[in-house]
């Protein structure tokens, strides 16, 4: 490639990479540091093209700002916990939207293919649910109390049970990202059948809305939580098989970076969802108001946390790449 044509077509990117270097303390150490990582590699690629050029001079001062930059800021941080939260992951969400927008759509599907199965085959919640568990609701049904199951268990031991496990398929649905869409897939292909199959095997006992204020007390979080994680495992499976600009090691080791980090952000979600299930669920003859007031806060949060704030961030990021690109 000639240099006046690695010059053009790499110029707004490092326009922006400097405004990322002005503005660094509104920026997370982690993308300065893929920054850094960018900057090296065509570094790297004028100095073995165009050594001595003023365009290898100007990747080398740029890439020492950078590692300047990215050295002084860890020497400064004491408040990474709260940034962590504040900052890091929306920021990663808002680099990771295709993949939370795919990871619903495909949870949304499976729950759907669930239903239209239920609906075609009433047996089909004995296969997807279990038999013991479709004669206990069943008798649960008869007895007049549909939603007993949440009240057979302690409180505490119900707790870290269900949240252990949750965060156990959280897990080992991102690690199976490693087999690509498929690994992934095939957990939330369970977990999507599994909820449709739920919904619709209510829905044929005229339960549907009072199973639905009684599970979505938990299932609110639960659910989103799961399918986040969906996310975490499309991103990691992305990574190695589209590295885009970056080295398939670098893209992969960054994939699993971002991956982790997406799940500790789901740890506190879970942990709430254990909670209501285990200590509110169990009160499935909560007033109206109490019930829709948990359910329509969780979700908001979920949106506001994962969704509307790291739209923002990108929106923000590509009005400033517009303004740099212009001037």
């Known amino acids: 490639?000639?240099?006046?044509?690695?010059?053009?077509?790499?110029?707004?990117?490092?326009?922006?990479?400097?405004?990322?270097?002005?503005?660094?303390?509104?920026?997370?150490?982690?993308?300065?540091?893929?920054?850094?990582?960018?900057?090296?590699?065509?570094?790297?690629?004028?100095?073995?093209?165009?050594?001595?050029?003023?365009?290898?001079?100007?990747?080398?001062?740029?890439?020492?700002?950078?590692?300047?930059?990215?050295?002084?800021?860890?020497?400064?941080?004491?408040?990474?916990?709260?940034?962590?939260?504040?900052?890091?992951?929306?920021?990663?969400?808002?680099?990771?939207?295709?993949?939370?927008?795919?990871?619903?759509?495909?949870?949304?599907?499976?729950?759907?293919?669930?239903?239209i199965s239920q609906q075609n085959d009433a047996s089909f919640a004995r296969y997807i649910l279990g038999d013991a568990y479709v004669n206990m609701t069943l008798n649960n049904i008869e007895e007049g109390d549909p939603m007993a199951v949440y009240k057979s268990h302690t409180q505490l031991n119900m707790f870290f049970a269900i949240t252990f496990n949750n965060i156990r398929v959280s897990f080992i649905n991102f690690i199976l990202g490693i087999f690509t869409v498929?690994?992934?897939?095939?957990?939330?292909?369970?977990?999507?059948?599994?909820?449709?199959?739920?919904?619709?095997?209510?829905?044929?006992?005229d339960l549907l809305s009072e199973a639905m204020l009684v599970i979505f007390i938990h299932g609110a979080l639960e659910l989103c939580a799961i399918t986040i994680s969906g996310a975490a495992?499309?991103?990691?499976?992305?990574?190695?098989?589209?590295?885009?600009?970056?080295?398939?090691?670098?893209?992969?080791?960054?994939?699993?970076?971002?991956?982790?980090?997406?799940?500790?952000?789901?740890?506190?979600?879970?942990?709430?969802?254990?909670?209501l299930e285990s200590f509110v669920t169990r009160y499935t003859e909560m007033p109206l108001y109490l019930s829709l007031f948990i359910i329509i806060g969780s979700f908001m949060f979920i949106i506001g946390y994962y969704i509307v704030l790291p739209v923002r961030i990108y929106l923000k990021r590509k009005h400033v790449h517009a303004i740099i690109q212009s001037s």
Not at 190 to 200: H, L
Not at 242 to 255: A, L, N, Q, V
Not at 257 to 265: P, V
Request: charged share 20%.
């Open 1 to 115: 490639m000639r240099e006046v044509t690695f010059l053009r077509k790499n110029a707004d990117k490092w326009k922006l990479y400097e405004h990322a270097l002005r503005t660094h303390k509104t920026q997370s150490a982690d993308y300065l540091a893929d920054l850094y990582i960018e900057l090296n590699n065509d570094l790297a690629y004028a100095q073995s093209c165009y050594p001595g050029s003023k365009t290898t001079m100007y990747l080398n001062d740029l890439s020492i700002e950078a590692h300047n930059t990215i050295y002084k800021n860890q020497k400064e941080e004491r408040t990474r916990l709260i940034t962590f939260w504040t900052q890091e992951v929306p920021e990663i969400f808002s680099y990771r939207l295709k993949e939370l927008t795919a990871a619903f759509i495909v949870f949304f599907l499976f729950c759907l293919i669930g239903m």
């Open 233 to 275: 495992g499309f991103v990691l499976g992305n990574s190695y098989v589209f590295p885009g600009t970056f080295k398939r090691s670098t893209s992969f080791k960054k994939g699993v970076k971002d991956g982790i980090k997406m799940l500790i952000s789901l740890v506190p979600v879970f942990i709430a969802a254990g909670a």
């Open 182 to 205: 498929f690994g992934t897939g095939y957990v939330m292909l369970r977990n999507g059948v599994m909820v449709g199959t739920f919904i619709t095997f209510f829905d044929g006992y």
